[in-house]
Structures are given as C-alpha cells and as structure tokens.
C-alpha cells in the first residue's frame, strides 16, 4: 500500500502531525512555496506545492478543521480553484513513479472533487451515486465515510482513507450511466473487457515509440547568433510555459532520434511562437520545414505572420491551398522538389502525391484530429522520417497527460500572456439595441467586429438586419468556406488590413485566427454549439491587452433544451484565463482524449469511466515496459 495523506473539507486534524508527515514524505519548509516539494505555514493557513501539481495548494484551517483546500496562483497568491478532497504523496515515492509499478489502485488525478448525487467510480466496486460523507462509529471512535450508493439502493462506506479508489464518473456521452449491484461480477468481468482493449492501445503506442527510438534521424546544431535575433522579434514577453516548451522542442531538435511532441496550450497561449522558433532552428541546418494546418484562411493568416517575422532573413515562405491558382501551385510545388522553398505553409494539399521535398527536416501539424484517415496516415510515415511537432489547443486531461508520460512526448503551455485579460463573456436573447451598442462600442475605439452565423442558407438576411441597424459608413463583409477561393482571399485580406469594420461569418475563423485589433465576438444562435466550439470562438478575441467581449446570443422566448442551458452557463461561468483547461471536464477536455485515443477507445471509457480508463492504460504501459517490450 503506497504512503499517502488525504486532506478532505470538514476532516478534524492534528496540524503539527501533519506538518512532520510532510518532512517525513520528503517535503522542505520555507517561507513561501515556489517549487515542487515546497511548504510553509502561517498561523492557520498552510500552503503546500505537491509533487507533480501544476499549481500549489492552499488548506485553510478554522481551529482544527479543514475549512477550504484551493489551488492558488503562487506568483500573486490569488486562489484559482476549490476543492473538496485532495491527496498527497511522498515527493520521494513520486519522483520514482517512473520506474513504479503502477495498479488500478493508484491515483492519477490528485483531486478528489465530488458533489452529492455524482456518479463515481470504485476501482473495486464500480459504479455508484455518490451520497456524501458520514461519520461510522468504528470500535470506540466515529470515522468518516464516503457514502455511494449501488443498484438497489445498496449503500457502500468507504473509509476516507481508501478515497483514492473513488473519482468521479466522466465518460464521453450524456446518457446516465449503469449502477452495478454489490456482489457479483458483473463490474469484474465489465473492466476486465475494458483492460485487454486498453493493453492493445498500450502496446500500439510503445511499438510506435520503439521503431521511432530505433531509426536515426537528423541531429540539429546548437542555436545560431541569427537564432537569437529572431526570437528578440518576438515583441511579448515569453510565458514560463512558452520557455519550457521552446526547451523542451529544441533539445528534441538536438538530439539524434527524430522529434514526436504534441505542444498542448488554450487558444491564444502562443504555441504558434514556439512553432516559429522551431522553423528558424530547422531553417539555420539548412532543412525544409511543412506548417500543416487545416483550413486555407488559417494557412493565409500563418503566411502572413510568419512573412512579416521573417522579413529581415533571406528566407524563402510559400503558401500552398486553394487561394492559389492551378499554375502557382504547379510553380510552389517545383519550389519545393528544388529546394528553393524554405517554409511552406498549406492545408492537406501539402500531403499530396506530387508535393515532393528536397530535404525536409520539421514537420509542424496544427490540429491533427481535423484531419482526415488518408491524411494521418501519410503522416504517420513521416514521423519516423523528420522531426514532428504537433499543436493543439483541445487541452490534455491531466490524468491522461500522468498516463501517457511514458510513451508521448508532451509539453503543456499552461501560463497565460502577461496582461492578458479574462474576456467578458455574456449571454442573451436576441436584441437589436444591445447588439447595435455592442458594435458602435468596438468600433468607437477603433476596433473590428466578427459576428458569427453558421448557416449559410440565411446569412445575407442577417447582414441586411445588420446593415439597417448601424450607419451606413461602416463595411461589413461576408466570409464563409463555399465562397469562391479568390472572393474569400479577398475578403480575408481586406479585414487582416481592417479595411472592413465586421466579418459576418460561420464558423470558419474558430480554429487559429489571431487579429489583434478584433475584441468583440458575436455569436448568433449560440445554444446550437458545442460548448468547446464557443470556448475555441471567444478565443478570437482578447489575445492581447484591451478588454474583449464574448455575446453569446439565443432567440427571445425560445425553450433550451437542458445540454444547451448548461453549455450556455459553463461558458459564462469558466470566463477566466486558462478556463479551457476547466471547460474541459464539462465537454471539450473528453473530446480531446478522443481525438487523441481513436474511437475504439471510447466504449472503454464509457465502461469504466475516464479516471479508471487512465489508471488501466498507465498500469499496462508501466507492465509492458517493465516486461521490456516492445523494446526488448
């Protein structure tokens, strides 16, 4: 049985008690906590960074009582998150997790945060209806309990010191789940289907990973004196995150087995700049670098940053999608074989046949799982052939980041730009006034205005209802993805040079777009989007310092179904910054792990739960590797 303490609202503790089981789990006291390992206390409030937290902890006593326990921002202190349980281990048993041996029994996730009336898992039990905490007289003492309740009302106590068995139910679909009885098989045989599916995954992703270990690829140069010119153009400071990232790429780079790394970061936490960097590096090796990305207006807006970045280097930028011609394309392409392209930026066009390269280094792929089967699989090969970096904005579950730490190379942008705003984010019903101030209001401060309407059918009618409401100096334009490529080019271009005041639109700006002078985003008819695409929306506006605004609008009277109602309220309620990684447990977070697991993992998460899914897929990875295959 692993070391471990637990810290939950309500528990009666002994503070000096738990202070010498900290010292004893390897922890230092300081004055204040900076670092992994880190605690200090001040009266009866003490703070702890636990091993392998992203953020430290705050557990807020009121005489002998934990009173709150919040994740807090160590920089200004400020509290982030609350929590309801939490589970500490050993720094030395957890700089070992590595090697462990690892069995369902194991947290992945440190937080234990249910409500009453939650569906959970026991490891052990399966799944039940969470009903609380109760104190059981236990010999001559009272203990408290978790209380969950299994078919027919069956009621199961699970000591609190077992709690890291019990995390709360999370699966792909809204359907309520099955509860099992106690006492059969039936969970037994249930997670045992679940485990052999999850083994094939384990060892699909330690066979890939060993026949990247066994090619060689090619070994990059320390940086250049030019290397360091080009990043002092960038004109933000550097976040930590974006730091760490940019290390971890360059030393991929570096090193002799090619580079597979998934850079994770929330829309606007700038990924692009450390894709931009990685080029440059390629670039001074004298390799080629393909910026793969999945719509054309994206690849227009990369061509042009990337040829505004580069415009003092002898570097030649092409881009390759429908914006272009049949004869410049034929002209890019013979570029390419050539080897007088340096970067070409493109859609899936890139992955055709005769886009032939002279000697490609870096392959950089934004948003992967927007791509098709053919496309994944031409990819696929070129993973064992260049160095590969692959970004995405769909935030990694923690728990399944702790699970594949062993078989992915992973880097995760979690700190937001300095002075960066949290958008105001607010929803409506439909009305004109509002809607007329919302605009003359962005545009009275010399800004631009996207309003989104995702049917094409109808969207003229909208513009009109539009035009008539504002007066008549101000350009709107339409943008949507059946446009002539020429017409949307030009209409693309023309709001790049804010010679149009408002982009009505669809949903074509949702992935990637980055003006700085847009900060109001209007969404018609909000309630028939997902909750992650009105998250990947409002991260169009506010990606630098003004003040930005999100309006989320729904038809007057209308009767929203009870899933619209709570993405509607999710996205008001998770406005601040870095909120797509707490969005995420409510909708995009599980999507994500789909798009990076496939679908036939799906029904294995629906069976036993997502914290369970993630415990079973590391303790298959840690088995095989242990048992060293694939590599042996």
Same mark, same amino acid.
């Given at each position: 049985?692993?070391?471990?303490?637990?810290?939950?609202?309500?528990?009666?503790?002994?503070?000096?008690?738990?202070?010498?089981?900290?010292?004893?789990?390897?922890?230092?006291?300081?004055?204040?906590?900076?670092?992994?390992?880190?605690?200090?206390?001040?009266?009866?409030?003490?703070?702890?960074?636990?091993?392998?937290?992203?953020?430290?902890?705050?557990?807020?006593?009121?005489?002998?009582?934990?009173?709150?326990?919040?994740?807090?921002?160590?920089?200004?202190?400020?509290?982030?998150?609350?929590?309801?349980?939490?589970?500490?281990?050993?720094?030395?048993?957890?700089?070992?997790?590595?090697?462990?041996?690892?069995?369902?029994?194991?947290?992945?996730?440190?937080?234990?945060?249910?409500?009453?009336?939650?569906?959970?898992?026991?490891?052990?039990?399966?799944?039940?209806?969470?009903?609380?905490?109760?104190?059981?007289?236990?010999?001559?003492?009272?203990?408290?309990?978790?209380?969950?309740?299994?078919?027919?009302?069956?009621?199961?106590?699970?000591?609190?010191?077992?709690?890291?068995?019990?995390?709360?139910?999370?699966?792909?679909?809204?359907?309520?789940?099955?509860?099992?009885?106690?006492?059969?098989?039936?969970?037994?045989?249930?997670? =045992?289907?679940?485990? *052999? %599916? +999850?083994?094939?995954?384990?060892?699909?992703?330690?066979?890939?990973?060993?026949?990247? /270990? @066994?090619?060689?690829?090619?070994?990059?140069?320390?940086?250049?004196?030019?290397?360091?010119?080009?990043?002092?153009?960038?004109?933000?400071?550097?976040?930590?995150?974006?730091?760490?990232?940019?290390?971890?790429?360059?030393?991929?780079?570096?090193?002799?087995?090619?580079?597979?790394?998934?850079?994770?970061?929330?829309?606007?936490?700038?990924?692009?700049?450390?894709?931009?960097?990685?080029?440059?590096?390629?670039?001074?090796?004298?390799?080629?670098?393909?910026?793969?990305?999945?719509?054309?207006?994206?690849?227009?807006?990369?061509?042009?940053?990337?040829?505004?970045?580069?415009?003092?280097?002898?570097?030649?930028?092409?881009?390759?999608?429908?914006?272009?011609?049949?004869?410049?394309? =034929?002209?890019?392409? *013979? %570029? +390419?074989?050539?080897?007088?392209?340096?970067?070409?930026?493109?859609?899936?066009?890139? /992955? @055709?046949?005769?886009?032939?390269?002279?000697?490609?280094?870096?392959?950089?792929?934004?948003?992967?799982?927007?791509?098709?089967?053919?496309?994944?699989?031409?990819?696929?090969?070129?993973?064992?052939?260049?160095?590969?970096?692959?970004?995405?904005?769909?935030?990694?579950?923690?728990?399944?980041?702790?699970?594949?730490?062993?078989?992915?190379?992973?880097?995760?942008?979690?700190?937001?730009?300095?002075?960066?705003?949290?958008?105001?984010?607010?929803?409506?019903?439909?009305?004109?006034?509002?809607?007329?101030?919302?605009?003359?209001?962005?545009?009275?401060?010399?800004?631009?205005?996207?309003?989104?309407?995702?049917?094409?059918?109808?969207?003229?009618?909208?513009?009109?209802?539009?035009?008539?409401?504002?007066?008549?100096? +101000?350009?709107?334009?339409?943008?949507?993805?059946?446009?002539?490529?020429?017409?949307?080019?030009?209409?693309?271009?023309?709001?790049?040079?804010?010679?149009?005041?408002?982009?009505?639109?669809?949903?074509?700006?949702?992935?990637?777009?980055?003006?700085?002078?847009?900060?109001?985003?209007?969404?018609?008819?909000?309630?028939?989007?997902?909750?992650?695409?009105?998250?990947?929306?409002?991260?169009?506006?506010?990606?630098?310092?003004?003040?930005?605004?999100?309006?989320?609008?729904?038809?007057?009277?209308?009767?929203?179904?009870?899933?619209?109602?709570?993405?509607?309220?999710?996205?008001?309620?998770?406005?601040?910054?870095?909120?797509?990684?707490?969005?995420?447990?409510?909708?995009?977070?599980?999507?994500?792990?789909?798009?990076?697991?496939?679908?036939?993992?799906?029904?294995?998460?629906?069976?036993?739960?997502?914290?369970?899914?993630?415990?079973?897929?590391?303790?298959?990875?840690?088995?095989?590797?242990?048992?060293?295959?694939?590599?042996?």
């Amino acid at each position: 049985m692993f070391k471990s303490l637990k810290l939950y609202i309500g528990a009666t503790i002994d503070l000096e008690n738990i202070l010498a089981t900290l010292v004893d789990f390897g922890y230092k006291r300081q004055e204040t906590v900076l670092e992994e390992g880190d605690f200090s206390r001040r009266g009866e409030i003490f703070d702890i960074f636990p091993f392998a937290f992203e953020l430290p902890i705050r557990i807020e006593l009121n005489m002998n009582e934990v009173a709150a326990i919040k994740t807090f921002n160590p920089v200004d202190g400020n509290p982030l998150w609350e929590h309801k349980m939490v589970i500490i281990l050993p720094v030395k048993r957890a700089r070992t997790l590595k090697t462990a041996t690892f069995s369902e029994d194991l947290p992945v996730e440190n937080f234990v945060d249910l409500n009453i009336g939650d569906y959970v898992v026991h490891t052990q039990a399966g799944i039940g209806r969470f009903l609380g905490l109760d104190k059981i007289k236990i010999g001559d003492r009272y203990k408290d309990h978790l209380v969950i309740e299994y078919d027919r009302q069956e009621k199961l106590y699970v000591p609190v010191n077992s709690m890291h068995l019990v995390q709360k139910y999370i699966a792909f679909h809204i359907r309520k789940p099955k509860l099992y009885r106690l006492g059969t098989k039936e969970w037994l045989k249930a997670k =045992e289907r679940a485990r *052999r %599916g +999850i083994r094939k995954l384990a060892w699909e992703l330690l066979s890939l990973q060993a026949m990247r /270990l @066994s090619v060689s690829g090619f070994t990059y140069s320390p940086d250049t004196d030019w290397q360091k010119q080009f990043e002092a153009t960038f004109q933000y400071t550097e976040t930590p995150g974006q730091i760490k990232a940019t290390q971890e790429v360059k030393a991929d780079m570096e090193s002799p087995k090619p580079m597979d790394r998934l850079l994770c970061g929330d829309v606007g936490y700038g990924k692009t700049e450390v894709a931009m960097r990685a080029s440059f590096k390629a670039l001074m090796d004298n390799k080629q670098v393909a910026y793969l990305v999945p719509t054309t207006i994206l690849a227009e807006q990369h061509y042009q940053n990337f040829s505004s970045r580069l415009r003092d280097f002898p570097i030649n930028i092409q881009m390759l999608s429908r914006f272009k011609t049949r004869a410049q394309q =034929e002209e890019i392409v *013979r %570029g +390419i074989a050539e080897g007088s392209v340096d970067i070409i930026i493109g859609t899936h066009r890139l /992955l @055709s046949d005769d886009v032939k390269f002279k000697d490609l280094g870096l392959v950089i792929i934004d948003e992967e799982q927007r791509f098709g089967v053919r496309a994944k699989e031409k990819l696929k090969a070129l993973r064992l052939a260049c160095d590969v970096l692959t970004l995405t904005a769909t935030p990694i579950p923690r728990t399944l980041y702790m699970s594949l730490m062993a078989t992915k190379d992973l880097s995760v942008i979690n700190t937001p730009p300095q002075n960066r705003l949290p958008i105001k984010t607010i929803v409506i019903e439909y009305d004109e006034d509002l809607i007329r101030q919302a605009i003359l209001r962005e545009l009275g401060r010399k800004g631009q205005v996207y309003f989104v309407h995702n049917r094409i059918q109808d969207i003229e009618k909208v513009k009109e209802r539009i035009v008539r409401l504002l007066p008549a100096n +101000i350009k709107i334009a339409i943008g949507h993805g059946q446009m002539a490529a020429h017409i949307l080019e030009k209409v693309m271009l023309d709001f790049f040079k804010a010679k149009i005041d408002i982009l009505l639109c669809t949903m074509i700006i949702e992935s990637g777009i980055d003006i700085p002078n847009v900060n109001t985003i209007i969404v018609n008819n909000a309630h028939h989007f997902g909750l992650s695409d009105l998250h990947q929306l409002r991260g169009r506006v506010g990606r630098f310092d003004k003040p930005a605004y999100a309006y989320y609008i729904v038809p007057k009277k209308e009767v929203l179904d009870t899933d619209a109602k709570r993405r509607l309220e999710g996205i008001q309620e998770y406005s601040e910054l870095g909120a797509g990684f707490k969005i995420a447990m409510e909708d995009l977070e599980i999507r994500g792990a789909g798009n990076l697991l496939g679908v036939e993992q799906h029904g294995f998460i629906a069976t036993v739960g997502f914290d369970l899914y993630c415990r079973l897929l590391r303790e298959a990875i840690g088995n095989f590797e242990k048992a060293g295959i694939p590599n042996g």
